[in-house]
């Protein structure tokens, strides 16, 4: 307990220091939501008032051979159907630095979810250390960069894990994304929004850091879980996490998970400290999801690359996760808010032109 006391007295020290510095990345901008265009279309919603006496049935069977459209049931404009479409909510899994378990708890979580009956889809973003198929003992044979090139379509790299999650193997299609040009970026919205429909909610697992392919992940998205440990270095580097993104993604809900805590009283001190630092310096609230006890299952998982959701799901981690996964259960209201992955690539190329503009001008 004293490094973890003496880190986060360095935190504090550090986050004075730093309340007066300005943002070091453009400010994504957020995208509009459409509006329920069925609540306001007058085609079904405005009718004119009628003060006749009310036919009698005869009459009115009548009336209806003779005029059927007239008294159809109102259609619904196919935009407005495409308006009111639910959307997948995407969330976004990063930590400050590496060694906290980010891709253990973005596979488990996601399985989690799946036992729950959503439908959900893991993205592993993590280009330096892309290791997600080897903790679910798969070997996807395609990655985005197969898309980006026009060899197979989004769907066609879906892959089936355990679960019954669905895995997108990232690799040198995440730094293509930057690239695309408009014909292709429509092609590539065109096939993400086959995402919406087939999953509930889309899980990526993001590098550790701050690299420009991580930070446009993290300006993309709506809802982004910060995991962290008592570890003094990785408290640190949360916190650095939380302060750029809250300032480069302002709309974001922030979210906090601590890894790996010897106690349920150590979990909560470290949420606690963070959140309180997060609120004085930041301005920002964290939700914090909760803590996951260190436990011996999770190494036996990886070694075996069985998740410990499926192989051992009544161990603590397992209950952690569980707890973590139902605490995101109460935020449906985010889901409808949701620009779903169509939203998602705009935010990301919106960062990628930002940041481009911003080099030609020399600002980077």
């Avoid at 993290?218 to 916190?239: F, H, K, R």
Wanted: glycine share 8%; hydrophobic share 45%.
């Amino acid at each position: 307990m004293p490094d973890q006391a003496q880190g986060l007295r360095a935190l504090a020290d550090q986050a004075r220091r730093d309340q007066s510095g300005h943002s070091l990345y453009p400010a994504c901008v957020p995208t509009d939501d459409p509006a329920d265009a069925v609540g306001a279309h007058p085609d079904v919603n405005s009718r004119a008032p009628s003060h006749a006496p009310p036919a009698s049935p005869r009459v009115a069977l009548a009336d209806a051979r003779l005029h059927p459209a007239a008294h159809a049931a109102p259609r619904v404009p196919t935009e407005a159907i495409m308006q009111t479409r639910r959307h997948a909510r995407v969330l976004a899994v990063t930590s400050g630095k590496g060694g906290v378990g980010k891709t253990n708890f973005s596979t488990n979580l996601a399985l989690t979810l799946a036992k729950s009956g959503q439908r959900v889809v893991v993205i592993d973003a993590d280009l330096g250390l892309a290791n997600l198929h080897v903790v679910l003992g798969i070997t996807p044979p395609y990655h985005l960069g197969h898309v980006m090139r026009g060899e197979c379509g989004l769907r066609d790299i879906l892959y089936p894990g355990p679960g019954g999650i669905q895995i997108i193997c990232g690799g040198s299609g995440i730094t293509e994304l930057a690239n695309l040009g408009e014909a292709m970026r429509q092609a590539f919205v065109a096939g993400l929004q086959e995402l919406d429909n087939l999953a509930d909610v889309i899980l990526i697992d993001t590098g550790a850091g701050l690299s420009r392919n991580v930070l446009a992940f993290l300006c993309a998205v709506q809802e982004v879980i910060v995991l962290t440990t008592p570890e003094p270095t990785a408290i640190t580097d949360a916190y650095a996490t939380i302060k750029v993104v809250s300032q480069e993604n302002p709309a974001a809900n922030l979210m906090l998970v601590v890894n790996m805590a010897q106690s349920q009283a150590e979990g909560e001190a470290v949420s606690n400290k963070l959140t309180l630092i997060a609120r004085q310096f930041l301005r920002i609230e964290l939700d914090t999801l909760g803590a996951i006890p260190q436990d011996p299952t999770v190494s036996r998982a990886v070694r075996a690359q069985r998740p410990f959701a499926l192989s051992e799901p009544q161990s603590a981690a397992a209950r952690g996760i569980a707890h973590i996964a139902a605490q995101l259960g109460y935020r449906e209201q985010k889901a409808a808010q949701s620009g779903g992955v169509t939203g998602f690539l705009n935010q990301m190329q919106r960062f990628f032109g930002f940041r481009e503009s911003a080099r030609l001008r020399g600002h980077l």
